[in-house]
């Protein structure tokens, strides 16, 4: 890829980012409850008022939201209850007049009328609610405000009358009346009642409003010139909120007034500088990622989309950033490259979005410890036990370092956000996403998962179908590069599984013309018939023809590589010497007999190059032994460093010497020798 689209694609990436800061200056000093303060004495520049808490604040409002509510008489009732009463005497009259009874009423009933209107009026304007009202299912000590026209009074449930209660009031107080027939009213009076209590929600709704309003948010000012804090003087609660109030104001007033340019200029530096550094880290130890147009975009990208997902997240304000899930971008980065591309990936996006954060240090500590949790776990996607083993680790980690961090600044459990955890637990859950993401980013940027390979492993497979027909002693001879490959790539760390697939269809341009390799043949050497600059054209003919099948059969591009690399820029020695002794004194083209390469660039590449070379020198040994296969594995192995196949392969000398051993120990135990049995 060209070094002038790298440049551009890393400026964009780090001019869009830089957009997404807030354009004020960032408050210089760091602090937490509980802490001493680090820095020199700190004195008020201005002055600024002490918010209070915003949890004090609340349950201030929440205590005025429950403050006493208004209630009115409702005149309307007792005015209907009396009507009631005079149509019902009317028609109880005319009833007894016909039996002859109740003669004082018959002669006075102006007299049974104004007391029965007056009895009505005592109980309503006592307060009469009904069994279903609100009230009558609240505690009797409850205080309400009680209007009555324009006078309010406190009053307690208690001192309310309920409809259980009108019979006492008849009973106690009709017969002290002195009406001669008073039994007259007791059926006209006992029924027919409705509540007059009615809630006043108006009156209400105003008086908390005006409560709110009279709520203060400051608990008094700091002058300036003030002392605030002292230096190593530890932090108070008081001097806590006096701190966070003086940020506060700073971000609001001071900060704002400074140039937003100078800002997004410095945001953009320190973002040109960490993607910098994380360029240089895939340019020396992740050349493969660093050269390729896919997978620079690949790396690339984490730092942009999780810049933008916590600049939506902050600005969205009803969700906490610990529910972004950091912890996908290392394990769908270890499951495509290696740990170390993966931890070092996570620490470049944690850096930069450390700036958009508002949760200080704690929000830095905690994703950086997560991820590290999240490499180490190894995830493995083709073992569900293992991928929801490493969710639970991740869990753990947030969980158990969340914990630490709140009792060094609250200093008990009491007063701990418990509600982060509801956010852990979905940064957790969303992390699961991480598995459907590799089949897509697969398809995307052309990755190969363990998935792909365990698919591409399979001996059904078209391509190893037709190789088992056409070159039988090819694959063969692949299995057993395979088994060579992958022992010792699992010793020195590497992707075994990936080396042994890359060996199983390392050599399939050799179906082109199978005849022509030493492990199909059954008969006569068609190389017989050829030159030796001939015969060696056909045998490097394998490897474009083996590219152009892989092409061909849409095999992972990682995979092809490995089918370019496996010879290297090595001669076709054989050939190359008998065209030597029947050309003494021509001249001698050498890259006829070269192989194209190039040569390997990862320790898979070069280890495969070590198993195909050894494992076809050891067949040409007869009746091998120990210090035989030994020897020719030291041989094959110093004179791959002498040609300088290995200089760009990275693999140490101290790798290199694990897979020699392991080698050894292979080929020994394929290649020991038997006891022969007697006939």
Same mark, same amino acid.
């Given at each position: 890829?060209?070094?002038?689209?790298?440049?551009?694609?890393?400026?964009?990436?780090?001019?869009?980012?830089?957009?997404?800061f807030p354009?004020?200056?960032?408050?210089?000093y760091?602090?937490?409850?509980?802490q001493?303060?680090?820095?020199?004495?700190?004195v008020?520049p201005?002055?600024?008022?002490?918010?209070?808490?915003?949890?004090?604040i609340?349950?201030?409002?929440? =205590?005025?939201?429950?403050?006493?509510?208004?209630?009115?008489i409702?005149?309307?009732?007792?005015?209907?209850?009396?009507?009631?009463?005079?149509?019902?005497?009317?028609?109880?009259?005319?009833?007894?007049?016909e039996?002859?009874?109740?003669?004082?009423?018959?002669?006075?009933?102006?007299?049974y009328?104004?007391?029965?209107?007056?009895?009505?009026?005592?109980?309503?304007?006592?307060?009469?609610?009904?069994?279903?009202?609100?009230?009558a299912?609240l505690?009797?000590?409850?205080?309400?405000?009680?209007?009555?026209?324009?006078?309010? #009074?406190?009053?307690?449930v208690?001192?309310?009358?309920?409809t259980?209660?009108?019979?006492f009031?008849?009973?106690?107080?009709?017969?002290?009346?002195?009406?001669?027939?008073?039994?007259?009213?007791?059926?006209?009076?006992?029924?027919?009642?409705?509540?007059?209590?009615e809630?006043?929600?108006?009156?209400?709704d105003?008086?908390?409003?005006?409560?709110?309003?009279?709520?203060?948010?400051?608990?008094?000012?700091?002058?300036?010139?003030e002392?605030?804090?002292?230096?190593?003087?530890?932090?108070?609660?008081?001097?806590?909120?006096?701190? /966070?109030?003086?940020r506060?104001?700073?971000?609001? =007033?001071?900060a =704002?007034?400074?140039?937003?340019?100078?800002?997004?200029?410095g945001?953009?530096?320190?973002?040109?500088?960490?993607?910098?550094?994380?360029?240089?880290?895939?340019?020396?130890?992740?050349?493969?990622v660093?050269?390729?147009?896919?997978?620079?975009?690949?790396?690339?990208?984490?730092?942009l989309?999780?810049?933008?997902?916590?600049?939506i997240?902050r600005?969205?304000?009803?969700?906490?950033?610990? /529910?972004?899930?950091f912890?996908?971008?290392?394990?769908?980065?270890?499951?495509?490259?290696?740990?170390?591309l993966?931890?070092?990936?996570?620490?470049? #996006?944690?850096?930069i979005?450390?700036?958009?954060?508002?949760?200080?240090?704690?929000?830095?500590?905690?994703?950086?410890l997560a991820g590290?949790?999240?490499?180490?776990?190894?995830i493995m996607?083709?073992?569900w036990?293992?991928?929801?083993?490493?969710?639970?680790?991740?869990?753990l980690?947030?969980?158990?370092?969340?914990?630490?961090?709140?009792?060094?600044?609250?200093?008990?459990?009491?007063?701990?956000?418990?509600?982060?955890? =509801?956010?852990?637990?979905?940064?957790?859950?969303?992390?699961l996403?991480?598995?459907?993401?590799?089949p897509?980013?697969?398809?995307?940027?052309?990755?190969?998962?363990?998935?792909?390979?365990?698919?591409?492993?399979?001996m059904?497979k078209?391509?190893?179908?037709e190789?088992?027909i056409?070159?039988?002693?090819?694959?063969?001879?692949s299995l057993q590069?395979a088994?060579?490959?992958?022992?010792?790539a699992?010793?020195?760390?590497?992707?075994?599984?990936?080396?042994?697939?890359a060996?199983?269809y390392?050599?399939?341009?050799?179906?082109?013309?199978?005849?022509?390799?030493?492990?199909?043949?059954?008969?006569?050497?068609?190389h017989?018939?050829?030159?030796?600059?001939?015969?060696?054209?056909k045998?490097?003919?394998?490897i474009?023809?083996?590219?152009?099948?892989a092409?061909?059969?849409?095999?992972?591009?990682?995979?092809?590589?490995?089918?370019?690399?496996?010879?290297?820029?090595t001669?076709v020695e054989?050939?190359?010497?008998?065209?030597?002794?029947?050309n003494?004194?021509?001249? /001698?083209?050498?890259?006829a007999?070269?192989?194209?390469?190039?040569?390997?660039?990862?320790?898979?590449?070069?280890?495969?190059?070590?198993?195909?070379?050894?494992e076809?020198?050891?067949?040409?040994?007869?009746?091998p032994c120990?210090?035989?296969?030994?020897?020719?594995?030291?041989?094959?192995?110093?004179?791959?460093?002498?040609?300088?196949?290995?200089?760009r392969?990275q693999?140490s000398?101290r790798e290199?010497?694990?897979c020699k051993?392991?080698?050894?120990?292979l080929?020994?135990?394929?290649?020991?020798?038997?006891?022969?049995?007697p006939?």
């Amino acid at each position: 890829m060209s070094s002038v689209v790298k440049y551009l694609i890393i400026l964009g990436t780090a001019v869009f980012i830089s957009f997404l800061f807030p354009n004020n200056t960032r408050f210089k000093y760091e602090f937490d409850k509980g802490q001493n303060w680090h820095y020199e004495d700190l004195v008020a520049p201005f002055n600024f008022a002490i918010q209070k808490p915003a949890s004090v604040i609340e349950q201030e409002k929440a =205590t005025v939201s429950n403050t006493i509510p208004y209630y009115f008489i409702n005149p309307d009732r007792a005015r209907q209850r009396k009507n009631i009463f005079q149509k019902n005497f009317d028609n109880q009259v005319e009833t007894v007049r016909e039996q002859d009874q109740f003669t004082d009423v018959f002669r006075h009933p102006e007299k049974y009328i104004n007391y029965g209107r007056k009895f009505i009026d005592r109980i309503y304007q006592r307060g009469l609610i009904t069994d279903d009202h609100e009230l009558a299912k609240l505690e009797k000590d409850k205080v309400i405000m009680l209007r009555y026209g324009n006078t309010t #009074v406190k009053k307690t449930v208690e001192s309310l009358l309920d409809t259980k209660e009108i019979d006492f009031w008849i009973t106690d107080t009709l017969f002290q009346s002195g009406l001669p027939e008073a039994e007259f009213l007791i059926p006209l009076l006992r029924r027919d009642y409705a509540g007059n209590v009615e809630y006043d929600a108006a009156l209400t709704d105003r008086y908390r409003n005006e409560q709110l309003t009279n709520i203060s948010t400051t608990y008094g000012m700091v002058r300036k010139g003030e002392l605030l804090i002292g230096k190593n003087e530890l932090i108070t609660d008081s001097i806590y909120q006096q701190l /966070i109030s003086y940020r506060d104001h700073y971000q609001q =007033t001071i900060a =704002t007034e400074r140039s937003a340019w100078w800002v997004y200029l410095g945001y953009l530096l320190l973002t040109l500088l960490i993607l910098g550094v994380f360029v240089m880290y895939l340019r020396f130890h992740a050349p493969r990622v660093y050269t390729y147009f896919q997978p620079f975009c690949f790396a690339m990208m984490w730092p942009l989309i999780y810049s933008y997902l916590v600049y939506i997240v902050r600005i969205n304000g009803s969700l906490s950033l610990y /529910i972004v899930p950091f912890c996908i971008a290392p394990i769908v980065i270890n499951i495509f490259y290696n740990e170390r591309l993966a931890l070092f990936t996570h620490v470049v #996006v944690v850096l930069i979005t450390s700036f958009l954060s508002d949760l200080g240090y704690a929000f830095t500590f905690l994703q950086l410890l997560a991820g590290i949790v999240a490499v180490l776990s190894n995830i493995m996607v083709r073992d569900w036990t293992r991928f929801f083993s490493s969710m639970a680790f991740i869990f753990l980690a947030y969980g158990i370092a969340y914990l630490g961090l709140s009792l060094i600044e609250e200093g008990g459990l009491s007063t701990i956000d418990w509600s982060v955890y =509801t956010w852990i637990f979905l940064n957790v859950f969303l992390t699961l996403l991480a598995y459907p993401l590799i089949p897509l980013l697969e398809r995307v940027f052309g990755f190969t998962s363990s998935i792909t390979l365990t698919e591409l492993s399979d001996m059904n497979k078209p391509l190893l179908k037709e190789m088992s027909i056409k070159a039988p002693g090819t694959l063969q001879h692949s299995l057993q590069v395979a088994n060579l490959s992958e022992a010792a790539a699992r010793k020195i760390g590497a992707n075994a599984q990936l080396v042994k697939v890359a060996a199983l269809y390392h050599d399939i341009g050799k179906m082109k013309h199978p005849e022509f390799f030493i492990e199909n043949q059954k008969g006569q050497n068609p190389h017989d018939d050829l030159k030796p600059i001939e015969s060696a054209e056909k045998i490097i003919e394998h490897i474009p023809y083996g590219v152009e099948l892989a092409q061909e059969h849409h095999l992972p591009e990682i995979l092809i590589d490995f089918i370019r690399t496996h010879h290297g820029t090595t001669r076709v020695e054989y050939f190359y010497h008998q065209h030597v002794e029947k050309n003494p004194k021509g001249i /001698i083209d050498q890259k006829a007999f070269r192989y194209p390469g190039p040569r390997p660039r990862t320790k898979e590449e070069a280890i495969l190059l070590l198993a195909d070379s050894i494992e076809a020198a050891t067949k040409g040994i007869k009746d091998p032994c120990e210090s035989d296969i030994d020897n020719m594995v030291n041989k094959i192995v110093q004179g791959k460093i002498m040609k300088g196949q290995l200089i760009r392969s990275q693999l140490s000398f101290r790798e290199l010497e694990v897979c020699k051993l392991e080698f050894k120990k292979l080929l020994n135990s394929i290649y020991h020798v038997r006891v022969e049995y007697p006939e």
